[in-house]
């Protein structure tokens, strides 16, 4: 059976799922300023970090997919088109969350309250984000970049997708993608270990933080996964088709979203269960949980919007609560009131934000294919 190549089903929903625990660690740690606690000590709520890592083994995934379906299909990779498809997809929005995040917290923010936000001048970091190293915002001052904290995982993307064509036409060449991605794997996973914990040596702070930030084993293993579910399309598939493999996929990826993971340090073991769960939801044939269910669908090709905008809407929102008594003394009896409003606020300025602004470089993505 020929894979479709364009579209994988469930995968939006499992997009939609990660931005979702994204935004509960992020109004967790909002209300935690304000002293207020709901479930504090759910693991769930703290599951961001575990989401980012699911959207970078998600990306490695469907680019080897879509990168061997292209191949496939006309004998070559097309490297300008491949990074004119990734300009319009990812820029755009990119670009406004940067504006925004300027001009909120470096001209808003200190002309209303007189005090200063960002941990560092305009003239300091906007240019590190202009130049897509918004993660090197990160290593070199911290958590004082509020809304433009989250875009340091955009820019470790657009980081991979600077040599993931070459490497893919090099390994394509030399007819040993699967087992070129294994190794790769192995040798970065491996200097990246070494690296972090500093076991042969150290490297200055900033360049030690830069580089843990750089998560490539992450979008490697989603690599490996689509290149066996490609070249060992039926022996894979009738292993995935499996009721127990699904069923274990979805008992695994419960574990990982509810319950600590102080099991797994490097995380690697949660990329193979995101993988696996990718390959179990996107498999055509019977599955075991179908969750490819509107509105669900609809938020997850929403969701890199969700990942943007939701630091955003909770300036908007604490704003409130700190200017009405009402609204605070409400928030404080019904912590979920918080969350709720979170939410739908986000997906209201994230579909807006997809019909009128990111359609228009969709469209244009399109046509670049």
Known sequence: ?????????????LRFFAALLVLLQHCRLNLLHYDIKWLD??????KGGIAVEFFFTLSGFLLTWLALHEFKNTGAIRIKSFFVRRAY???????????LGYLLLAVVYPAVTGTKYLGFTVAEGLPWHILMLPNYVIAKWGDTAGALFSLWTIGVEEQYY??????????????????GLVIIFFVYFTAYWVTRNKIFFS????????????????????????????YYHGAFTSIIKNKAFQLAAWLLSFVVVFFPNDYDKSGILHAFVFSMLMCVVSCPGKKL??????PLVYWGAISYGIYIFHPHVSYLLRFMMEKSGMIMKAVAALPWLYYLAELSVTILVSHISYTYYESYFIRKKIKAA
């Open 1 to 13: 059976m020929e894979q479709k190549k364009e579209y994988l089903r469930g995968l939006h929903t």
């Open 203 to 230: 490297l200055p702070k900033t360049v030690w933080i830069f580089i843990t930030t750089l998560k490539f084993h992450f979008m490697l293993t989603g690599g490996i996964f689509a290149a066996l579910l490609f």
């Open 89 to 99: 997809r990812i820029l755009p929005l990119y670009f406004l969350s940067v504006l």
């Open 162 to 179: 600077l040599f993931f064509p070459f490497l893919m036409i090099l390994l394509l060449r030399k007819r040993k993608v699967l087992t």
């Open 41 to 46: 000590g759910a693991p769930f709520l703290r």
């Open 289 to 294: 949980i179908d969750i490819e269910v509107k």
